[in-house]
């Protein structure tokens, strides 16, 4: 059973930057494909951006299309949130997860979970 571990969270302005990263450990990483999910108060946790196992398909919601770019490095079982040009309205907790087949953008298809890293971007 793999265990994830969320990292890079903090407070910027808007316009900025951060790079969350998630580590990986208790599994094969290349089995799992990767995930970030993110949930304001009062919100349902949403789907950001997952890539393949293989790291070869990634996929983004919408609203941070073009800004955030999720990539994973298998030798160091850790994948990358790189977000760019952040907004007021990206702040949230974060989440990483993980699943051994990429099924559902939808929270709920996913097995594993980080406890979270919050992210505020201030106006």
């Known amino acids: 059973q793999v265990q994830v571990v969320e990292s890079g969270g903090g407070l910027v302005q808007a316009g900025g930057s951060l790079r969350l990263s998630c580590a990986a450990s208790?599994?094969?990483?290349?089995?799992?494909?990767m995930g970030w999910f993110r949930q304001a108060p009062g919100k349902e946790r949403e789907f950001v951006a997952a890539?393949?196992?293989?790291?070869?398909?990634?996929n983004t919601a919408d609203s941070v299309k073009g800004r955030f770019t999720l990539s994973r490095d298998n030798a160091k079982n850790t994948v990358y949130l790189q977000m760019n040009s952040l907004k007021p309205e990206d702040t949230a907790v974060y989440y990483c997860?993980?699943?051994?087949?990429?099924?559902?953008?939808?929270?709920?298809?996913?097995?594993?979970w980080g406890q979270g890293t919050q992210v505020t971007v201030s106006s």
């Open positions: 208790g599994g094969t990483f290349s089995n799992y494909a």
């Open positions: 997860a993980a699943d051994p087949a990429y099924s559902s953008t939808y929270w709920s298809h996913w097995d594993y």
């Open positions: 890539i393949t196992r293989s790291g070869t398909f990634t």
